[in-house]
């Protein structure tokens, strides 16, 4: 449209961290070899509620995120703002971008996060202070609790980054539409470079039990825990948590080639929409994350024919996998080969949608398609889709990566090979 400035977007750094991982390269190679990050977790059994999987984070990676962050001799034990801080750090210094430089380009920050609580020993102190006084705890009010916008100032502050953080809360899909919002400052030309990221800790007693009382959690009967998150399996049984923290550096394509920066994907189109269908399902259908496909194929001025892979929502839920099969087998009658990830990482809620973008950049970078862990069959009802049982040699183009939350939050992004 005239007088509509339309610049390119192009991805240059990125970091993450999950389980036993912070290093994007040795994630994806590990799960090439099909390994998983899910097992019993710890901190439930060791409050005697056992046989329940997720990713969390070991006391090894705790140690090694606290080294690292307090190496400016300000310590936290926040494991969110830890994970931030590193995988933040890890994006920027991909991108080749220091503390000084981000000042003079005047990068923003856009910062996902869904929930913060206390730790889990001080609620069981806190817990077992209390149980006599009162039938309530007032988890909200308990020690020192940072919130979402204090984690995004404090890494404004320590990575020297210009103006307010926007903050997202958008449920699962939070930090895609983080990207979406800084996709849309680059193209409009009012920003040349932005830093976006989300972190959570998804594990947390708190947001297994929340998860549990809406019948999202992992409910199954499988004996090897690494097999209970199964995203399109006709035994599918429920999500299992994670925690994590990713980062993306999003730059204008013409910035990022005039400093040498080099590109690892263009982000060729975006969508983000509200459904409000329910506030814990969408339409079994898939009508509306067929809607929210195809508006980011128009962004990107592509067909659907055009998809080469796509990297699913894919949460091991019934309602999820079974609106999602069906909005992609309307959408692309030529089968893509679709993953989820989560099978073998789990959700991590606001993060997982950048978690994806970083995996898929690498598969566009290594010409390698990623296996989707413990799939077997399509459910009987499902939509007909072609899942990727094995880890493959693939050269792909164009990837669509999908994020669906509660509360009908939706966004799919398409990632692009980069030129050169």
């Not at 977007?9 to 961290?17: E, F, P, Q, R, S």
């Not at 990566?401 to 398409?414: D, H, R, V, W």
């Amino acid at each position: 449209m005239a007088g509509i400035t339309t610049e390119k977007v192009a991805v240059t750094g990125y970091g993450l961290i999950v389980r036993n991982h912070d290093c994007p390269s040795d994630l994806f190679n590990s799960l090439m070899e099909e390994r998983s990050l899910i097992c019993e977790d710890a901190l439930l059994k060791k409050y005697g509620i056992n046989n329940i999987p997720s990713a969390k984070l070991t006391s090894t990676d705790i140690d090694k995120l606290r080294n690292q962050f307090n190496v400016t001799k300000q310590p936290s034990n926040n494991r969110v703002l830890l994970m931030a801080y590193c995988a933040g750090e890890n994006s920027l210094q991909m991108a080749g971008l220091t503390h000084q430089k981000l000042k003079q380009y005047k990068c923003e920050l856009f910062f996902a996060n869904n929930k913060m609580f206390i730790d889990g020993d001080t609620l069981t102190h806190y817990f077992n202070e209390n149980t006599s006084s009162s039938e309530y705890i007032d988890i909200e009010h308990v020690g020192a609790l940072m919130r979402p916008y204090e984690i995004a100032e404090e890494l404004i502050k320590r990575f020297h980054l210009s103006g307010q953080p926007r903050v997202y809360s958008d449920a699962c899909t939070a930090g895609m539409v983080a990207l979406y919002s800084a996709y849309l400052t680059i193209k409009s030309g009012r920003r040349n470079i932005a830093l976006v990221g989300a972190s959570e800790e998804a594990t947390h007693p708190i947001m297994q039990i929340l998860f549990k009382k809406v019948r999202a959690l992992y409910d199954g009967k499988f004996t090897e825990l690494n097999q209970s998150s199964r995203a399109f399996d006709k035994d599918r049984a429920g999500c299992v948590l994670a925690d994590a923290s990713a980062f993306l550096v999003v730059e204008n394509y013409a910035h990022a080639i005039a400093r040498k920066a080099k590109i690892l994907a263009e982000i060729a189109g975006m969508s983000r929409q509200s459904e409000g269908y329910k506030m814990t399902s969408t339409d079994l259908s898939g009508k509306y994350y067929l809607n929210c496909m195809s508006s980011a194929l128009k962004d990107a001025e592509l067909l659907p024919e055009d998809i080469d892979h796509i990297s699913s929502h894919g949460t091991s839920t019934v309602n999820n996998d079974l609106a999602e099969s069906k909005a992609i087998n309307a959408l692309f009658p030529h089968q893509p080969p679709v993953i989820s990830t989560k099978s073998a990482m789990g959700h991590s809620l606001a993060v997982s949608g950048l978690l994806e973008t970083i995996l898929s950049i690498e598969t566009l970078n290594n010409n390698q398609l990623l296996p989707s862990l413990n799939f077997s069959e399509l459910g009987k009802i499902d939509g007909l889709i072609h899942v990727n049982k094995a880890a493959k040699a693939l050269r792909v183009k164009h990837i669509l990566s999908n994020s669906f939350g509660f509360g009908g939050e939706n966004s799919s992004l398409i990632l692009k090979r980069a030129e050169g």
